[in-house]
């Protein structure tokens, strides 16, 4: 059996991965006046996603690393 998450705020074991996913960037070429709008040709940047960060399902805690930044590598998180 592996390791397990415990939730230091809220003691529950459930831990989501969040990702950005690719960026899609579309020029908005015509806005009517009812505030529907005309794209133009979209771009997609990226071909993958990453890890944002990891956070409690129960209650959105984020595991931070030693210099209060986000954790968002694997065996970062595992320390």
């Known amino acids: 059996m592996g390791l397990k ?7 529950k074991n459930k831990l989501d991965c ?5 960026t899609v960037n579309s020029e908005i070429t015509d806005i009517d006046e009812e ?3 005309e794209y133009g040709e979209m771009i997609i940047t990226g071909d993958y996603s990453e890890v944002s960060h990891f956070e409690c399902v129960d209650c959105g805690f984020i595991p931070q690393d030693s210099t209060d930044s986000d954790i968002n590598d694997n065996l970062d998180l595992v320390e």
């Open 5 to 11: 998450f415990t939730c230091p705020k809220c003691g």
């Open 18 to 22: 969040v990702e950005n996913v690719n």
């Open 35 to 37: 505030g529907n709008f």
